[in-house]
């Protein structure tokens, strides 16, 4: 058994590339656009696994966006997304700065969760041993439901 993808529907893909790319560190490693099904598949892999992602097509997160509008509720009953970073706090700053609330944030220097665009959840975890624990996140509360 080989673990593949994971795919989540969203309903704002710049927004979605905007989060998953830009802010969070994904690479896209391919597009699959679909006239007659209406569907732009999105491929997306942690830096460390893109190279895996091109031979194998494994492990990516898939961004299924439909072109005809639908509301997609329950983000939260998808579980969680989990990724392994080099150094929690400065992604979660940058997440931060681009206007990403940390609902759990880093206070012990090992995990944090965020939300995607769309309501799921992400979970990031410190690469190693946790770091220090360090303001302003030692003190910062939960914030909403992650």
């Known amino acids: 058994m080989q673990y593949l993808h994971t795919m ?27 006239e007659k099904g209406r569907f732009t598949l999105v491929f997306l892999a ?7 992602s091109e031979r194998l097509k494994a492990p990516e997160l898939e961004l299924t966006y439909n072109w005809d509008p ?4 329950g983000g ?10 080099d ?5 979660c700053d940058r997440l931060q700065a681009g206007g990403v609330a940390i609902l759990r944030p880093p206070r012990d220097g090992h ?3 965020v939300r ?12 190693g041993d946790p770091l220090a624990p360090r303001e302003p996140w030692a003190s910062m509360e939960n914030t909403g439901t992650w």
């Open 46 to 52: 942690a830096p460390e696994d893109a190279a895996r």
């Open 8 to 34: 989540v529907r969203v309903s704002d893909l710049e927004a979605s590339l905007h989060f998953y790319c830009d802010l969070l560190g994904l690479r896209e490693v391919r597009r699959k656009e679909n």
């Open 70 to 73: 639908e509301h997609y509720g």
């Open 116 to 127: 995607s665009p769309d309501g799921i959840s992400v979970e990031l975890l410190q690469k």
């Open 76 to 85: 939260r009953n998808f579980g969680h997304l989990a990724y392994r970073v």
């Open 111 to 113: 995990m944090a969760f």
């Open 87 to 91: 150094d929690i706090y400065a992604l």
